[in-house]
């Protein structure tokens, strides 16, 4: 890690990822702001109506200054003195006007361009795959949402309200210093050049560090998000890591840090130089008109006026100098949210996809799996470098199959039974039913219909899951419940907690259905939020029901009761159950034995039991005791 400190500080400090913060702002991305700013035209026009009254105002002062000097102090002149002294008074509360609807206008454009890139960032992420969220850091996304739309605001306003006051009061004060003395106006406009060069030898350098700062604040929010929800803050505690957990936490803050220095160094190195060259500039200016006025070619208020002028003339230089280190810097912002809103979802409708046709009479719908092979997406189809932890980047290659020639039928209104040893395949499985991914070879049917012609809106409504790890949402039972059904009435909710044997739980709440469950549902046990989840799926009554693992966290009693109401709740639905606790399936109208992505065995549990193959081996393991466990395992044919 770098230490603080000086040169050895530049020199020490390294990126993690160059191909990343040598990226420069991809060409257009000026281009692509256009349409951001037009949606608010009104109040844009006010913002530039009101900077260029403040600027022209800015430069009215000093002449009224030399006015009051020249015309009223010199010839002793008391009622010019109070009238010009009045209309500066005047011009002051004119300019405070011009500053209010300035700040009010530019947070209407900067606070709605924050609404429109966040909520379109938010979209755009809600759209990717699942392959997308195993790849990518939390905290990355969070910043693109949150740090990168605040810098995209200040580009917008910030830097536009400081170029066109800049530039405005740049014009009116250079035409009136030429009005005044053309020769010392020569004499200033000679230096603007040295103002100019240190923006264009900062800038590029104050780019990086802006994009590799964005980097490492977002891996430093990663670990944070991490750590401080329950299930993070439960495993550092059970493992006993809070040291090596505070060293890892400042390592990445150290970073943060030793880049945050970087940046401060270089932009103040910046205004440093600057900040010398206007004071050469007004030396250069009073020896210059210091000399006219003894020479009798100026006037003392003119002189005054002049010098006034000058630093009126070095603000908006000095601006527009830092404007394009500032402008540089903020343009990263604009291309990493670009970045997110250019990832097209590799699962999206088709063109032409249409509903899943309903179903007269609620009839069931059975699930084809034709010929299908599958491997998981490489990341450049599915995420992108910049939103990847350092180690993932660098392991980014083919995925291997891991479903090959997978073909079978689960018929409509039966429960179709996956089992098979761990990393089988099986999830893999059921995440192609609701189009979670796309099969890389083959097809999956839903009701004669190819998954990738029906729209995911129709699909997933169709389709109801239960995870192994059911999440829920840091809020209240009844938001969690309704998530599913979100016009479901007070009864229906009860009836679906009855049917689940999670009601009397709910009941004894002392705020019953409205009591916040908690980060992820961890008020609750395993077994608890497990049957909450069944009672959501059960809400949400679809005609094709996917169950992975659904009862993996509830002892034998809870397990026999959810049996129980599952068996009445899957009635004439399709179910598709992941079950490694073969008893579970054991009344499936089909069971299918997957390993190694290829399907084994198929049959009913007597017939499989009898066949004497993997699935006979899965259950003596189970049920049997040390000498039949012993036993050989089979083969694969």
Known sequence: MATVGGPEMMAKVSFDDDSITRQRVRPGTVRRIVPYVRRYRRPLAMLLTSTMLTAAITAATPLLLKMIIDDGIVPGRPGVVLTLSLAIVGLALLESLSLYAEARSSGQVGEGLVYDLR????????????????????GALVSRVNTDVMGARQAVTSLLTRATSGVITLVIVIGTMLYLSWQITLAALVMIPFFLLPAKLVGRRLQRLAREEMNVDAELSSLTNERFNVAGALLAKLYGRPAEEEALFARKAGRVRDVGVLSVVYGQLFHIVVTALTALTTALVYGVGGGLVIGGGLEIGTLVAMVALLFRLYGPINQLSSLQVDALTALVSFDRIFEVLDLEPLVADRKGARPLPAVSGGAPLDIVFDGVSFRYPAAAEVSLASLEPPALRRNGGEESLVLSGLSFTAPAGGLTALVGPSGAGKTTITQLVPRLYDVTEGAV?????????????????AVGVVTQDAHMFHDTIRANLLYARPDATEKELVEACEAALIWEVVASLPDGLDTVLGDRGYR?????????????????????????????????????????????????????????RLSTVREADQILVVEAGRIRESGRHEELLAAGGLYAHLYRTQFAGPAVNAAPRPEPA
Not at 123 to 131: H, K, S
Not at 446 to 452: F, L, P, Q, S
Not at 562 to 576: D, E, N
Request: proline share 3%.
């Open 524 to 580: 609750l046990s395993g077994g608890e939020k497990q049957r909450l989840a069944l009672a959501r799926l059960l809400l949400k009554s679809p005609p094709i029901v996917v169950l992975d693992e659904a009862t993996a966290h509830l002892d034998s009693e809870s397990e026999a009761a959810i049996q129980r109401a599952l068996k009445s709740a899957l009635a004439g639905r399709t179910s598709l159950v992941i079950a490694h």
């Open 445 to 461: 049917r839903i009701g004669g219909h190819d998954v990738r012609d029906l729209t995911l809106a129709s699909l997933r409504e």
């Open 119 to 138: 909520s379109e960032v938010f979209a755009r992420v809600q759209r990717q795959p699942v392959a997308f969220f195993t790849r990518t850091q939390t």
